[in-house]
C-alpha cells in the first residue's frame, strides 16, 4: 500500500496519508488503498455525484458533508432542525439525475434517508430542503428511483417496500 498524494487531474479523491502498517489491510487483487478521508464521526454511506465531481458521505449524527473530487476540500454541510432535533443517522443518499432535464438546478439535488423516518429532498448548493416525506413507520435504509425519477421506492425496517409518485411533488416544489 502507498501513502501517495493523488494529483487533481486523478478520478479518484486525494487523501489524508494513511497511518496504518502495511498488513492492517487485506487487500486481494490489483487494488490499492490510496488513503483515508477522515469525517470524524461514523459514516452509515456514501455516494459519488454521477459526474464524478463531488463526494458525499451521510453521518450517524444525520449530517450529510459534500466533498470536492480533486481536493476533498468541504463543499457543503447539510443539515436542517429536524435533522438537528432527532440526531439520527443517515442511511442512504442518492443524487437527483433525471436524464433529458435541461434544468441545470435538477442536478444539485441530493436525496437522503434517516433513521428517523425521514426522507429529505436537498439543494445542496443553498443548503435547502426542497421538501420532506415524514413516515415513521418505514424508518428508511434505502431508497431507489425509476428512469425517470418520477418513483421512488423506500424500503426500510417495516419489511415493506412503498413506492412514492414523486413526479407531482417535484414538478410543483422545484421549477
Known amino acids: 500500500m502507498k501513502n501517495t498524494k493523488l494529483n487533481e487531474n486523478d478520478s479518484l479523491l486525494s487523501f489524508k496519508p494513511d497511518e496504518h502498517s502495511p498488513d492492517h489491510y487485506l487487500v486481494q487483487g490489483d487494488i490499492e488503498i490510496a488513503g483515508i478521508i477522515d469525517c470524524e464521526n461514523p459514516i452509515h454511506c456514501c455516494k459519488f455525484?454521477?459526474?464524478g465531481e463531488l463526494f458525499s458521505v451521510g453521518l450517524s449524527?444525520?449530517?450529510i458533508k459534500l466533498f470536492k473530487k480533486q481536493n476533498c476540500q468541504l463543499l457543503?454541510?447539510?443539515i436542517d432542525d429536524d435533522i438537528r432535533q432527532k440526531r439520527l443517522p443517515v442511511t442512504s443518499i442518492r443524487f437527483f439525475n433525471r436524464p433529458n432535464?435541461?434544468?441545470q438546478d435538477h442536478y444539485k439535488i441530493l436525496v437522503a434517508t434517516y433513521v428517523s423516518g425521514f426522507i429529505k429532498y436537498w439543494h445542496y448548493p443553498t443548503k435547502s430542503c426542497i421538501f420532506t416525506i415524514f413516515?415513521?413507520?418505514l424508518?428508511?435504509?434505502s431508497i431507489a428511483f425509476n428512469n425517470s425519477f418520477t418513483r421512488m421506492a423506500a424500503s426500510g425496517y417495516d419489511c415493506k417496500i412503498k413506492v412514492f409518485d414523486v413526479?407531482?411533488?417535484f414538478k410543483n416544489k422545484i421549477k
Open 139 to 141: 424508518m428508511p435504509l
Open 61 to 63: 449524527d444525520g449530517s
Open 167 to 169: 413526479g407531482i411533488v
Open 49 to 51: 455525484h454521477p459526474n
Open 76 to 78: 457543503y454541510s447539510l
Open 101 to 103: 432535464d435541461l434544468n
Open 135 to 137: 413516515d415513521k413507520e
